[in-house]
């Protein structure tokens, strides 16, 4: 038994902060069914290419790595039926997850206060731009609040632009947040009884993992700015170059940092007292760092990795994606899932990456079809 089983969960969200926080709660069990209009759908089905099979019935990418375990039902909400239809499953569902505009679900009497008269257990969680404040009806899009939000001013080489990261990270970090309060909220109804309203808006959640470079900027008011892949505060912790590629090195104690010293052959590095330690290590980071770099660009980096790791030290080529998806981990794990699409045949996707009682989550649903399940669930009811 799956841990949400029984849960039912109306998404009622679009893109991504909301989808993967319900993905999250449909892997851990919970019958998840994704409202869509019946014409248009979610919008990330037509973001592409690349389309996963052919004509009409293609589906993104983009949509098929957020939506896996979930049931898609095709409503629309600017219609009495659409809205008489939502409000019926609204008064028997656990859980209700929407990113609408501020307001725009009130106007249509799909907000909180009027469907808990109803189901005044129900855990209403709403993902918003920006919280109560001064822009609090502004829109949030991940590319503005990792400008606005500073994930920008923290990313990037010295030399280069402010760079956002390679992914909608603060989309995927909201989703997070918003699936964790959900799951609180649902132990403490099940002690006492009462329902939630959640918020969690999508720049304040960016602001929550800004963690220690935001907290040493608090502190000591000094804000490091672009500092490439190297850490503001452990040495070595960077990016080097090897003869063929990059690679990571992470030195993360004395002891560490001791055992690198032995492998590339300069043990003389661990006792010298400008080195010996963290501080001191950060303290004379250019000239050591000057000192590794030579050493590390006399061999490849899966031969420094293979060294390295072997001595305790975390260690590792940059990897492409091609290159992820050929990691002997990677392929010897179990992350990786075939499912059986109805549009696009085989799919190959990366599984939940949490594992219960020693098994990893399985992928009980392909990602749906636009409206698949519409026939099947009834108006009162999941069946």
């Not at 949400?4 to 109306?10: F, M, Q, Y």
């Not at 990270?169 to 909201?174: A, E, G, L, Q």
């Not at 091609?322 to 996707?349: C, Q, T, W, Y």
């Not at 079809?369 to 009834?378: F, P, R, W």
């Amino acid at each position: 038994m799956l841990p949400l089983e029984g849960v039912k969960v109306l998404d009622l969200s679009r893109v991504l902060a909301g989808p993967y926080a319900t993905m999250i709660l449909a892997d851990l069990g919970a019958d998840v069914l994704k409202v869509e209009h019946p014409e248009r759908g979610d919008d990330t089905r037509h973001w592409g290419p690349p389309f996963a099979g052919v004509g009409a019935e293609r589906e993104s990418a983009y949509f098929l790595a957020v939506n896996r375990n979930k049931r898609s039902l095709g409503v629309d909400l600017k219609t009495a039926e659409g809205l008489e239809r939502i409000k019926k499953l609204a008064a028997s569902a656990d859980v209700i997850i929407e990113n609408w505009r501020r307001g725009a679900l009130e106007k249509m009497g799909l907000g909180y206060e009027t469907l808990k008269e109803s189901n005044p257990d129900l855990v209403y969680c709403s993902i918003t731009g920006f919280g109560p404040g001064p822009d609090e009806n502004r829109p949030g899009y991940d590319f503005l609040v990792q400008a606005r939000g500073g994930v920008m001013g923290i990313t990037g080489q010295p030399d280069g632009e402010p760079t956002k990261v390679g992914v909608a990270v603060s989309d995927i970090f909201c989703g997070m947040y918003a699936s964790n309060a959900i799951l609180a909220a649902l132990h403490r109804r099940s002690v006492t009884g009462e329902g939630a309203r959640i918020e969690v808006p999508l720049f304040e959640s960016t602001l929550g993992w800004l963690a220690n470079r935001g907290q040493e900027y608090l502190i000591s008011g000094h804000d490091t700015g672009l500092i490439g892949n190297t850490h503001p505060s452990i040495v070595p912790y960077q990016t080097f170059d090897a003869s063929d590629k990059p690679l990571v090195v992470a030195v993360g104690n004395n002891s560490q940092f001791v055992a690198l010293c032995e492998v590339i052959g300069r043990p003389e590095l661990a006792s010298d007292e400008r080195y010996a330690t963290n501080p001191d290590r950060v303290a004379n980071r250019v000239e050591l760092v000057e000192m590794l770099q030579d050493e590390f660009h006399k061999k490849t980096a899966d031969e420094w990795a293979g060294e390295i790791r072997s001595a305790g030290v975390p260690c590792g080529p940059v990897n492409t994606l091609a290159d992820v998806f050929e990691d002997e981990h990677v392929l010897g794990s179990g992350i990786m899932r075939e499912v059986e699409h109805p549009n696009a045949g085989k799919l190959k996707m990366v599984g939940p990456p949490v594992l219960l009682d020693g098994e990893r989550l399985p992928v009980r649903r392909p990602p749906p079809t636009l409206g698949q399940h519409t026939g099947e669930v009834g108006d009162a009811g999941w069946t």
